[in-house]
T-cell receptor
Framework: RKEVEQDPGPFNVPEGATVAFNCTYS??????FFWYRQDCRKEPKLLMS???SGNEDGRFTAQLNRASQYISLLIRDSKLSDSATYLC???????????FGSGTQLTVLP | DAMVIQNPRYQVTQFGKPVTLSCSQT?????MYWYQQKSSQAPKLLFH???????NEADTPDNFQSRRPNTSFCFLDIRSPGLGDAAMYLC??????????????FGPGTRLLVL
C-alpha cells in the first residue's frame, strides 16, 4: 500500500463548480498534513495546512479524519486559475520527512 | 524578495558525466532539502540538511551526494548520471522547527536531461 494515495483524476469541471479531492495515508503516527498545488512544469506551492478541526481559506476547505486516515480538499466556485495538480502531503517520522501523493489533476473549463 | 533559487533551470549532461545542481536561499532557514520528481510522479525526498547535519533517505542511491558549505547554499552532485536520473530536481527549505506545521518552500527546480 502506498504511504499517500490520491485519485489521479483528471477532474474536468466547469467554472463555478464545486469539486472535492480525497487522500488516504497509511501512517497512523503522522502529525503534519498539507495540500500543495503544482502547475505544469513548476514547483509545488503550499495551498494550505490541514488542521484536526478542519480549516477554510476562502474558497478552499480542508478536512482531516484521523480515525479513517483520510484528508479532503473542497474547492468551491472553481476558477480557471484553479487548474493544476493538487498534491496531498503527509509527514512520516520527523516533521521534516514529507511524503507526497502523486497528485490529482484538475482542469476547470470555461 | 526572500526566496529559494536554483541554477541552472535546465541542465543537459551525458550518461556517466558528473553533474552538480545548485540551490541558494535568502530565507535564512536551517533546513535544506533535495527532492527528485519524475514525470507524472510525486516529489521524492532524497536527503536534507539540518544546518550541517546531513540526513540521507534510506532508499537514496549512492550515486547522489550533497554538500552544504554554508547556510545559504546547498549542492546536489550526481556522480554518474544514468538515463533513469532524468527528472526535475527540487530544492526546498524550512525553518527547522519541530511543530507539525513546519512548512517547506520550494525553488523553481532544475530539469535534468541525460543523453
Amino acid at each position: 500500500r502506498k504511504e499517500v494515495e490520491q485519485d489521479p483524476g483528471p477532474f474536468n469541471v466547469p467554472e463555478g463548480a464545486t469539486v472535492a479531492f480525497n487522500c488516504t495515508y497509511s501512517n497512523s503516527a503522522s502529525q503534519s498534513f498539507f495540500w500543495y498545488r503544482q502547475d505544469c512544469r513548476k514547483e509545488p506551492k503550499l495551498l494550505m495546512s490541514v488542521y484536526s478541526s478542519g480549516n477554510e481559506d476562502g474558497r478552499f476547505t480542508a478536512q482531516l479524519n484521523r480515525a479513517s486516515q483520510y484528508i479532503s480538499l473542497l474547492i468551491r466556485d472553481s476558477k480557471l486559475s484553479d487548474s493544476a495538480t493538487y498534491l496531498c502531503v503527509v509527514n512520516r517520522g520527523s516533521a521534516r520527512q514529507l511524503t507526497f501523493g502523486s497528485g490529482t489533476q484538475l482542469t476547470v473549463l470555461p | 524578495d526572500a526566496m529559494v533559487i536554483q541554477n541552472p533551470r535546465y541542465q543537459v549532461t551525458q550518461f556517466g558525466k558528473p553533474v552538480t545542481l545548485s540551490c541558494s536561499q535568502t530565507l535564512n532557514h536551517n533546513v535544506m532539502y533535495w527532492y527528485q520528481q519524475k514525470s507524472s510522479q510525486a516529489p521524492k525526498l532524497l536527503f536534507h540538511y539540518y544546518d550541517k547535519d546531513f540526513n540521507n533517505e534510506a532508499d537514496t542511491p549512492d550515486n547522489f551526494q550533497s554538500r552544504r558549505p554554508n547556510t545559504s547554499f546547498c549542492f546536489l552532485d550526481i556522480r554518474s548520471p544514468g538515463l533513469g536520473d532524468a527528472a526535475m530536481y527540487l530544492c526546498a527549505t524550512s525553518r527547522g522547527g519541530q511543530g507539525p506545521q513546519e512548512t517547506q518552500y520550494f525553488g523553481p527546480g532544475t530539469r535534468l536531461l541525460v543523453l
